[in-house]
């Protein structure tokens, strides 16, 4: 487990660390759900990443937008219906088959999470002002890792409403950014990595040493989303899963990530604890 009253710095220099894309989710568990959490954490997560979605009243649940049709068998959006018919809802697994878990809400998994490990919020910059206000009313400010696009107008936002959160800005390719928001005070603790293939700045030594050099992290997707969407040029769970975990996890390791994101936290962190 992460030891929170450190820097995330300190605490992924021994060995990488892991976090749980939306949770470990797996026959009846539906991903983004307390009981996805509960799993990542017993296969020992050090940070677990979760979506925002937001009512059309306001209420903010954990929850991928645009995924309603796929995990809750409606044709509408939660950002279309009231929080008391989300309330409602059930999700389902990957049989097909309805489950007896609901939407939770974004304060539930705060206060699920709180003092467990980091929190990676993803979707941020759909709302930063209200989402940072969510973060701050369940007082897990210590904990969360939130991130934007490198625009300038998702900057200002950082800026303005959550300097003081531990903030990565995703880059694709070169990162001329991360300096610049240190000087402004904002708590820039590195950068997301994006990128198609390994002849890239955001992945090469050069870079990630001097990233290094300033304290700072950097963060990769192992996950596969979409096996056309190439994030992180082919070094994914679906690699290490099929041609050996050297193939992918390893080798993202090898190159100096300090954060890896995967859907196979157990497997991922069991080798991890293998490798010299």
Avoid at 2 to 29: Q, T, W, Y
Avoid at 43 to 71: C, N, Q, R, T, W
Avoid at 109 to 131: E, H, M, Q, S
Wanted: charged share 25%; with cysteine.
């Amino acid at each position: 487990m992460v030891d929170l009253s450190k820097s995330i710095f300190e605490n992924a220099r021994n060995m990488p660390l892991v976090c749980a894309h939306r949770g470990s989710a797996a026959g009846n568990i539906p991903c983004n759900t307390l009981a996805a959490f509960n799993a990542a954490l017993m296969e020992g997560a050090d940070m677990i990443e979760l979506d925002v979605a937001v009512s059309a009243d306001g209420k903010y649940y954990v929850f991928h937008p645009g995924m309603e049709k796929a995990y809750l068998k409606i044709r509408s959006f939660i950002r279309l219906l009231p929080s008391k018919k989300v309330d409602r809802l059930r999700l389902y697994n990957p049989d097909d088959t309805k489950t007896q878990f609901g939407v939770n809400t974004l304060a539930e998994a705060f206060d699920f999470l709180r003092g467990k490990c980091y929190i990676n919020v993803d979707k941020f910059w759909t709302d930063v002002p209200g989402i940072s206000r969510a973060i701050r009313e369940s007082g897990v400010e210590k904990q969360v890792v939130v991130k934007t696009g490198a625009s300038e107008r998702e900057l200002a936002e950082v800026r303005k409403y959550a300097a003081d959160f531990m903030f990565m800005p995703i880059v694709r390719s070169a990162d001329d950014v991360t300096d610049g928001l240190v000087s402004q005070g904002v708590n820039c603790i590195g950068a997301e990595a994006l990128f198609k293939t390994l002849d890239e700045p955001c992945c090469s030594p050069a870079y990630i040493e001097e990233m290094h050099a300033k304290g700072r992290i950097l963060f990769v997707n192992a996950e596969v989303y979409d096996h056309k969407a190439v994030i992180s040029a082919g070094l994914t769970d679906d690699a290490s899963l099929v041609q050996g975990p050297q193939a992918g996890w390893g080798k993202l390791a090898d190159m100096g990530f300090d954060v890896i994101q995967t859907d196979w936290t157990g497997l991922l962190k069991s080798y991890l604890s293998t490798r010299k």
